[in-house]
Structures are given as C-alpha cells and as structure tokens.
C-alpha cells in the first residue's frame, strides 16, 4: 500500500463536498495515476488544513470525456481516482508550514505535486485525523439523557475525564472504538482479568470486537485506539511516548507490541466500586446506544451476573469482581495471587517491583519467572510436571541476545546456580498467578521458532528443575492448550533470516563455548540442513540417503563443520551418520574436507548465495 498527498486548491474548496457526494478525486497532476486500488490518500485543502483520509477503491484512470469530470474547470483534470472516506475530522486540521514538513516530511511547495509519503508519516497523519488530541477533533458525548448520582473528589474527576474523551467519525458517523476499548477493559477488570496487556496479546479479541462498528468497507485498527488511550487518565500506556510520536502510533504499535491498559486507579475502582462502575458504563455508551450494533455490546458485557448496587441498567448489565486470588499478605510457595500485588509486596518494602509485563524480571531481590501456559508457546512446555520444565528466552523477534537482559540474568543464575522464583499463570482471564517456589536453572541451548513477526529467528530455550522437589506444589491447570510444535523452515526462509541477522558470512569463528562444547549459531545448521533436502536428501559427501527419516518427516542429516572454528553456511555440510563418524575418526579423514567443500560451495552458487569459502584457499587444514 502507498500513501499520497492530494491537494485542494482554497479558491476550488467547495470540491472538497463533491468528491465526498461523487466518491471520487481527482488531480491535475500525472503522478496520480500512478495511485492503485487500496491506497492511501491524505486531502489537504489550501488555508485550511488536513481534510480527510480516504481510501482508493479501484485504480487511478484519465477521463475519458469532461462528461466524467463533476467539479468546474473539467478539462484541467488528467487523473480520477474512485476513493471512499475513511476519517473527517469535525473541522479542518490546521497546520503551520513547520508542523507540515515536521509531521510529514513535505513543505508546502510539494503539496500540488500529489507526493507520496512514507509510512512514518501516514501513521502520524492517520493517528491525528482519527484519534488525536487536538480540541478541534473532539466531539465530546453529551450526558444530559443520562441520570446518575453525582460523583464527588477524585471519582468525579474521572468521570468527567471520561466525559471528555473524544469520539471519532468516519464518513460523517460515530466510530467510537476508544469508548469500546475502555468498555472492555471494564468487562476484563470485573471479570477477574490482567489490568495491563501486551497488544499482541488482545489484538484479535479488540479487532472482533470492533469490527461491527466498522463505517463503510474499512476495517477498524484496534493498534489506533489503542495507542489513542494514552493521553486519557483512564489508561496507563508503557512505552517510549517520543518514539511513538516518531514513529507514528499505528505503526509503533505493530513493531514494538506496547503494553497498556486501565490506570492501577480506575482497575481498583470498577472493581471494587459498583456505583461509579455502572456511571462510567453510561458515559461509555451513549455514544454507541443509537448505532444499529449496540447489541453486540449489550452481548459483550451481558455475559455474567448483575453487579449489585450498579446503578440500573435496562439493557447494560456488567458482571460483579470475580476476585478468586489473594490480594495482601505476603508471597508463599503454594499461594495464588493476583500479579499486581506480587510486584506491590516489593515495592512496599522498598524494593524493586520489577517490569509488570515481563516474563523475566527481577521482583525485589529475586529474579523470577512468570509462565502464562494459556499462551502456547511451544518453547515453555513442561519436562516433568511440575518438578521441571523448559522455558523461552527474552525477545519477541528477531535472534535472542544471550548478553542482554532477562537471558543474561538466566544464564548468570545458570552459572552461579542461585534460584529462580517461578509462578505460573492458573486461568486464561483471570490475573491468578501461583507461586511454584524457587528452581535452578541447569541449562540453555539455541533453537530456531518464529517471532511475533512470523520471521525465523534464532532463539534460547532455558531448561529449570524445582530446587526441593519435595515441596513443589500441586498443579492443576484447567483446559490449557497443547504447544504447538515449531513449523518447518524454507531454505528461502532460512536464508532471509540469516541476511536480516547478518549472518550470512562475517562470523568465522564458534567462539561461544558452553559446558566445553562448540556452539554454532541455530539458524545456520538448520539452513544447512534444508539446503540438503532441497538436493534429495542425500549426503553431502557420499551423496546417499541415509535410509530413514526422522520425527519431522524428512531425512535425518547431521549437521557438520568442515572447521571446527569456522561457522559459516558454506563450512558446514549436511552428513549421513557414518560419513560424520567418517570425518572424525576416519585413518584418511584429512583428505576429505576438500572435496566436501567443493560440493558445498557448487551447491551455494547454485542456489544463489555467495561462496566465501575461496578465501579460505590456503587455510593450512585443508
């Protein structure tokens, strides 16, 4: 998708109204045929301001005649472009010169030239035309049909905060998905659920959930309201804000997987408050009470019992806290807990709380790890239940950096054997986490899995046994997932990974040692070994197949370095079980690197890849 600038001019700004009535644009320029069915375009209209966002719905086309040209002057247009609207403001978004070129990138000169502009800069203009902050995109739900008792001090504050959020249209319509969001993250809250939430953790949910409320063909992005949130009191957002400025928010929320949701102050009052609950409930919903989708909210928050004392509802029920955790005292192994307190404990005696969202952090002076089974992660899969159990390293995408981080503390605690507090996630919804006590974590190796991203990467798996076996508790998980077991890689795939990495040819030595053994880097023997199957599967040194297949489906080659000390693609050769023995025990084994490497390197440049094993010419082992 490509994002454009299209202008009008302030003489011609009633135009503006006719592409709306007519779905259409139009330009006087030839660089607006190059724009293309699902586009972005961005309307700025001269002495006003950004206009609106649109949509192209079919491809750029010249007219064919001035009778297919709806605005005056039909015959200076070269380009039509079907579009549909996708955010208007309420008024013009005005904007200085220097806010122009700051935001997006173009001065006021380029504005008739239809330029195109960057994804930065069409997430900043999309997050500012569809949820941002300025007084002139507000559009305030009204209270006045709502009768509910009047909230004093801090509770008041809030709710009139809330009154306050801004909601935003579409095509002229009400598309109030920051009202939905907090109205489920109220429902999630009563319901015994996680205050905070990676986005990627939720993103499906909030795009079913928003998608009724889709105007026209456009699908909603949860990853704006989202990100939108964080200028209310109402939503606690963890991220770098500059970056995100910079970024622009749709686009820093797909790349970086901020977590958010409801302030530790708003979390503790809908729960535990049903008066100002059920106000908070009205104020979020009028906004949505005349849209012909209000019953899939009615749906959403209809899902448990009546909350005593709410104020009434007709046709709004919200569920009353479903707290099955403890909230005070202090952390006993056996104990079920809500995470909040956890980190609270700590930070009461004066001691760090540690990172809320992470799965490794440090809560006072104890590393610990917090395994959510309901996740799925083939990678955190219990050995023997509940005595040990591996466990993934740190790092959402790309390779796992073993000197960065919680990998780094795991491996320190692998070294110096000092226990790992471990407490481990008892419901899907619920923010009930049981202390498993402390274990030792015996060892770490590399593996390959995708990222969030879906891209290959090379990654640490982390193995843990429960220090005193005798006193783990018991462990009773209700419906938790199978792991699905990590998919095969492509060649192609594998060796995209390695270029996005760099590590396609700079690394010549496995200097990384562990437990006195060489460690090669994942990602490059399961390369190796794929590029043998795309031969047949055969060796690479006395060209057979091996006879039988492993677990995986596919013929069991063994990966081998030519060198021991050169870890590099075209150094390391697919073998059969008795041509690896071959090369490490065989009387003549110094003769046969050379032709293995001559086969490898044949092989590497019939794929594509580039050889460097020719600088090696006169590597005195060969």
């Not at 686009?251 to 102050?265: I, N, T, Y």
């Not at 030595?509 to 490059?524: E, F, G, W, Y």
């Not at 697919?574 to 490490?584: E, I, P, Q, V």
């Amino acid at each position: 998708m490509t994002s454009w600038v299209g202008s009008i001019a302030y003489d011609q700004r009633g135009n503006w109204e006719i592409c709306k009535r007519e779905s259409l644009f139009g330009s006087n320029t030839r660089t607006a045929l190059g724009v293309r069915a699902g586009d972005e375009l961005f309307i700025w209209g001269s002495q006003q301001g950004w206009l609106g966002r649109c949509r192209a719905t079919a491809d750029a086309r010249p007219p064919q005649g001035v009778e297919q040209v709806p605005w005056p002057d039909p015959e200076r247009y070269t380009a039509l472009i079907p579009m549909e609207v996708i955010d208007e403001p309420r008024s013009a978004v005005e904007m200085s010169g220097y806010e122009l070129q700051r935001t997006v990138g173009i001065g006021t000169v380029r504005l008739p030239q239809f330029p195109r502009i960057d994804v930065v800069a069409a997430d900043r203009l999309t997050d500012l035309l569809s949820a941002g902050p300025r007084a002139q995109l507000t559009a305030p739900p009204t209270l006045a049909r709502v009768e509910m008792p009047t909230l004093e001090g801090r509770r008041g504050e809030l709710l009139a905060a809330l009154g306050q959020l801004r909601v935003d249209r579409q095509l002229g319509s009400p598309a109030p998905y920051q009202q939905l969001v907090l109205l489920w993250s109220t429902v999630r809250a009563v319901e015994g659920g996680e205050r905070v939430n990676n986005f990627s953790d939720v993103r499906d949910e909030l795009r079913a959930l928003l998608a009724p409320f889709a105007v026209g063909n456009t699908r909603p992005d949860p990853e704006l309201p989202w990100f939108a949130l964080r200028n209310s009191g109402w939503w606690q957002f963890f991220g770098d804000v500059s970056e995100a400025e910079r970024r622009g928010g749709r686009d820093f929320v797909r790349r970086l997987d901020p977590a958010a949701g409801l302030s530790a102050e708003v979390f503790r009052l809908v729960r535990s408050d049903d008066v100002f609950r059920g106000a908070a409930v009205q104020v979020l919903s009028e906004p949505l009470r005349q849209h012909p989708q209000w019953s899939q909210i009615a749906s959403l928050v209809h899902r448990s019992a009546n909350a005593a004392g709410a104020v009434p509802q007709p046709d709004l029920v919200l569920p009353s806290p479903l707290i099955a955790v403890e909230l005070d005292g202090p952390i006993a192994t056996g104990g079920v807990y809500d995470r909040d307190h956890i980190h609270d404990v700590a930070r009461r005696e004066g001691l760090p709380p540690g990172n809320r969202m992470s799965g490794i952090t440090v809560v006072g002076n104890q590393l610990s790890i917090f395994w959510n089974p309901y996740k799925a992660l083939y990678a955190n899969r219990w050995i023997d239940e509940p005595m040990e159990f591996a466990y993934s390293g740190e790092g959402s995408n790309g390779d796992q950096d073993e000197s960065t981080g919680g990998n780094k503390a795991l491996i320190e605690h692998e070294t110096s054997g000092d226990p790992v507090s471990v407490f481990i996630k008892t419901r899907r919804d619920g923010s009930a986490w049981k202390a498993m006590g402390p274990f030792v974590v015996v060892g770490h190796t590399r593996g390959v899995s995708d990222g969030l991203d879906g891209i290959p990467r090379s990654d640490l798996q982390f193995r843990l046994v429960a220090e005193d076996r005798a006193a783990v508790p018991a462990l009773d998980l209700p419906a938790v997932p199978v792991p699905t077991p990590p998919r095969q890689h492509s060649e192609d795939e594998l060796w995209a990974a390695l270029e996005r990495a760099g590590q396609t040819g700079d690394r010549r030595r496995a200097t990384v040692t562990s437990r006195n053994r060489r460690v090669s880097d994942p990602l490059k023997t399961a390369y190796v070994l794929e590029r043998a199957n795309r031969y047949g599967g055969t060796c690479e040194l006395c060209g057979q197949h091996p006879g039988w297949v492993g677990e995986d489906g596919r013929t069991h080659l063994q990966a081998h370095h030519i060198d021991a000390d050169i870890d590099l693609v075209d150094w390391i050769a697919a073998l059969c079980g008795t041509c690896h023995d071959r090369m490490h025990h065989d009387r003549d084994r110094a003769e046969l690197p050379a032709a293995l490497l001559t086969t490898v390197r044949r092989r590497q440049r019939e794929r594509g890849r580039p050889v460097r094993a020719k600088s090696f010419v006169g590597h005195p082992k060969l």
